[in-house]
């Protein structure tokens, strides 16, 4: 039951961070929230040109998919600086930004990385480390705290988000329960049912990096 309760969780996670739209729901089809990518308009930057790339976001009761942009380029700070001023601008403080393998690593690669090394007093028998990752991206709008720098396995490579968790939260029609069923001879069989969907309490205190390049 506990495998499956976190199955269900990296499931919700996949879907919170897609660039999926909204599925409207009927008598035989279950409705489907939409990705966290389809919500945000306000605060976009992009890797490289445009092109044909559009996110529609929320009108009339739906969330559409957005246009991905054909053309890509590398993960550089002048498009952290560029999202997070976008964001400041209008009116957010957001302090996560989450990425795929590669591009946590390409953070790690800016040049403004305080340092490389950790100190080690001679005499401690802790070993020294070489760090070689970056944690947290301070930004000239976002506080001595920083913006935390998170690697995610579930969400697309090509597109870093950068999120204000006080204007994300979910919305359960039904929490995390568990039913149990009936047996079959020595067989203990249980259900866990949860019904949620993601809401973007203001999706212009967020925003995205679009079209990286992801190898």
């Not at 930057?45 to 246009?67: C, E, H, K, L, W």
């Not at 990425?99 to 490389?116: H, P, R």
């Not at 950790?118 to 070993?127: E, F, I, L, P």
């Amino acid at each position: 039951m506990q495998a499956r309760s976190k199955e269900i969780k990296r499931d919700l996670e996949f879907a919170i961070t897609r660039n999926t739209g909204t599925t409207v729901g009927s008598t035989t089809t279950a409705a489907t929230m939409a990705g966290i990518e389809s919500y945000l308009t306000t605060n976009i930057v992009y890797a490289a040109a445009q092109g044909n790339a559009t996110t529609a976001g929320y009108s009339s009761g739906a969330v559409s998919a957005p246009v991905d942009p054909t053309a890509t380029g590398a993960f550089t700070e002048s498009l952290i600086k560029s999202l997070s001023k976008s964001c400041w601008d209008n009116g957010g403080e957001p302090d996560f930004l989450v990425v795929d393998s590669f591009n946590k690593q390409a953070v790690s690669g800016f040049a403004g990385i305080a340092t490389l090394y950790r100190d080690t007093d001679v005499k401690s028998t802790a070993r020294a480390s070489i760090l070689g990752g970056a944690d947290i991206y301070i930004s000239d709008f976002s506080g001595q705290s920083g913006i935390k720098v998170v690697a995610n396995r579930f969400s697309r490579g090509q597109t870093a988000l950068m999120l204000d968790f006080d204007y994300l939260s979910l919305a359960y029609l039904r929490p995390f329960n568990q039913k149990q069923l009936a047996k079959t001879g020595d067989s203990e069989k249980r259900q866990i049912l949860v019904e949620c969907g993601i809401v973007v309490n203001n999706e212009a205190a967020h925003g995205k990096i679009v079209g990286l390049t992801t190898a």
